[in-house]
């Protein structure tokens, strides 16, 4: 008998993803995680994703990044050379609750993607390679993870590796996160093997098991594990007496208590999840994915001690009734078109519907509506508040804006905003309000630039197309042209991401195109403030006409940079001088002046400044 077992996996997959579908259309939104998977390259975090898909049940094989057959990392560069280069959203169900886990890339030449995803998530998994602790990337990610104030557990992975240490962890990231650890479980290494771990806030021995897909538990005590459990008992009186310091709460039931030893696991978790929330420090567990070790405890430690979307973004309420959802990541799909990925943070996303986005300020039809799997798409009607979905379609909109129903939803939610602040004795305007929502992404500045052209002039149509698409989908890519040499300028993160952009461009739009010698992305600044002026003289029949503009640049103080760097004299004189001018006049002082910008004076690179300041004098018959 003749049985096609390709077409029964391909149907069981179908299955799953129904499923999964049916689910999140049910689930309560105190049962979502949106969560992302954040480590410097190499410490394990596709891997971990990977074991969370198997154990959820979502997939009924675990691939390798060796073997270059995971889930997440889905595009060929990246199961190439084993490294992710894109975030992947995908969407599973553990223990009665929703995880919308977004894995992000480890190298620091991929960091806008881990950017534009820590701006809709509501909590992370930070994974340590348990042999080095803390590591650079890591370093960058946490900084990006407090920019947006995302409650975070460690997980140290690696912990099956002879030289891991988790003491070691630890006190790397209380000296180089600045961040107080508080472990929550130890490792049971037996032979110099990693065979188990210990659970210190149930006082259990935790078995992992590949097959059964379970957790096998054993009670601690003190006559079955002697060997455990004095080291057991230690730690979780030091797990309490450290939480006392950040959870007043904890504080007072152990004074009750008058001891640390008769503390309920409930009034300790109930501490952490507080203590996470509020960034105070952070819960550390450790295993090793590889090994199928901790993943699963992982999941439970997210559900536990990270927020649900309703417990953050509570400003976006402001929208009503109304949709408001971020779109955070741009791909091209030879088949679907631009698909826009959204974080839906107030109201219901539909299919076909007209969204308004308040960055372009423009309206735009939506096509069809997906939930994503990585790389797989399932269609569906609605997404309501507090999920991810993609839509097709739309042309306009870009990473970082938001999406409304209309400009007038909009307009009443921004109002709504600045009378809740009048009351609450904020003062602000529309732009802090703005800056509130988080409209926009301000992409870093480029470090490695080179030029690019094709193989053939025939091909200049189709390359400049690719670079449209792939600058939409990634803004920290810049695309110029260079008027002196009439070439064609890549500037991006470093030497691998201009490699990967080339490789794309090859592989995706069939374009052979040659990149020119890397170079550094140099900046020049003024290191004092410098003032010149510029009098233009003119006479229209018998009446003398003339203009004067005075520019100061003000130099660069630090790293942060704002994104309108033009500021006009306030003075009461200079104020009416400027109102008198029209506003496609002051579009063209605007334009020559970032014209101006883009090449210095002493090697030609771009200057870097913080502010200009601006005043203009019309002779009055002008």
């Not at 069981?12 to 049962?31: A, C, F, M, N, V």
């Not at 990231?173 to 508080?182: F, G, N, V, Y």
């Not at 690179?605 to 009055?620: E, T």
Request: net charge neutral; charged share 25%; hydrophobic share 40%.
């Amino acid at each position: 008998m003749y049985i096609n077992i390709q077409k029964i996996s391909f149907m069981k997959t179908l299955y799953r993803l129904y499923s999964t579908i049916k689910k999140i259309q049910d689930i309560p939104i105190e049962r979502i995680r949106n969560i992302g998977i954040l480590a410097h390259i190499d410490a394990g975090k596709t891997t971990t994703t990977e074991r969370m898909l198997y154990f959820s049940g979502l997939i009924q094989h675990m691939g390798e990044v060796h073997h270059g057959n995971t889930v997440t990392d889905y595009m060929t560069q990246e199961r190439e050379r084993g490294i992710t280069i894109t975030s992947a959203a995908i969407t599973f169900y553990w223990k009665k609750h929703q995880f919308n886990l977004i894995d992000t890339p480890g190298h620091i030449d991929f960091t806008m993607e881990v950017e534009q995803t820590l701006n809709v998530l509501d909590g992370a998994v930070v994974v340590l390679d348990g042999s080095a602790g803390v590591e650079a990337q890591t370093l960058t990610v946490w900084r990006q993870a407090d920019k947006y104030n995302i409650p975070r557990i460690i997980y140290v992975n690696k912990m099956d590796r002879g030289d891991a240490d988790i003491s070691m962890c630890c006190e790397s990231i209380e000296k180089k996160l600045d961040t107080p650890s508080l472990l929550i479980q130890l490792p049971v290494v037996e032979d110099g093997k990693f065979k188990a771990v210990i659970d210190i806030l149930n006082m259990e021995l935790m078995f992992y098991s590949t097959k059964e897909k379970a957790v096998n538990k054993a009670p601690i005590t003190k006559s079955s594990h002697p060997r455990y459990w004095n080291d057991a008992k230690l730690a979780r009186s030091a797990l309490i007496d450290k939480l006392t310091e950040y959870d007043d709460k904890l504080a007072e039931n152990v004074i009750k208590a008058n001891s640390l030893d008769n503390i309920n696991t409930s009034d300790i978790v109930e501490a952490l999840r507080n203590v996470t929330y509020k960034q105070a420090a952070v819960p550390v567990m450790l295993g090793s994915s590889y090994k199928n070790v901790g993943v699963q405890s992982v999941m439970d430690a997210a559900i536990l001690y990270l927020p649900s979307p309703n417990e953050r973004n509570k400003h976006y309420k402001a929208f009503g009734d109304h949709l408001c959802a971020r779109a955070f990541k741009v791909t091209h799909d030879k088949h679907k078109g631009p698909l826009v990925f959204f974080r839906i943070y107030n109201g219901t996303l539909n299919k076909g519907q007209k969204i308004y986005s308040i960055q372009q300020e423009c309206s735009e039809q939506a096509g069809k509506l997906y939930i994503a799997f990585a790389d797989d798409f399932e269609e569906v009607e609605s997404v309501k508040n507090g999920n991810i979905a993609v839509l097709t379609g739309l042309k306009k909109i870009m990473s970082g804006d938001i999406v409304t129903n209309s400009a007038t939803a909009s307009q009443r939610a921004k109002k709504s905003m600045l009378e809740h602040n009048k009351q609450k004795g904020r003062t602000q305007d529309e732009k802090d309000i703005d800056k509130l929502l988080g409209i926009g992404v301000t992409p870093p500045e480029p470090v490695f630039f080179c030029s690019i052209e094709p193989s053939s002039l025939s091909q200049q149509t189709a390359l400049e197309n690719a670079l449209y698409e792939l600058q939409r989908e990634d803004p920290s890519l810049r695309v110029t042209h260079d008027p002196e040499t009439g070439q064609t300028v890549l500037a991006g993160m470093g030497e691998l991401h201009l490699e990967i952009i080339r490789d794309r461009i090859l592989k995706e739009y069939k374009v052979d195109a040659d990149l020119g010698p890397l170079q550094i992305a140099y900046r020049e600044s003024p290191i004092s403030r410098a003032t010149d002026s510029f009098v233009l003289e003119t006479k229209i029949g018998t009446s003398k006409q003339f203009v004067n503009i005075r520019l100061s640049l003000i130099p660069l103080e630090n790293e942060s940079s704002k994104k309108d760097i033009l500021a006009f004299d306030k003075t009461p004189d200079a104020a009416s001088n400027i109102a008198a001018i029209f506003p496609k006049h002051m579009l063209a002082v605007k334009q020559g002046i970032e014209v101006g910008l883009a090449h210095g004076p002493k090697v030609g690179c771009q200057v870097f400044i913080f502010d200009i300041c601006v005043n203009i004098y019309v002779s009055p018959e002008s």
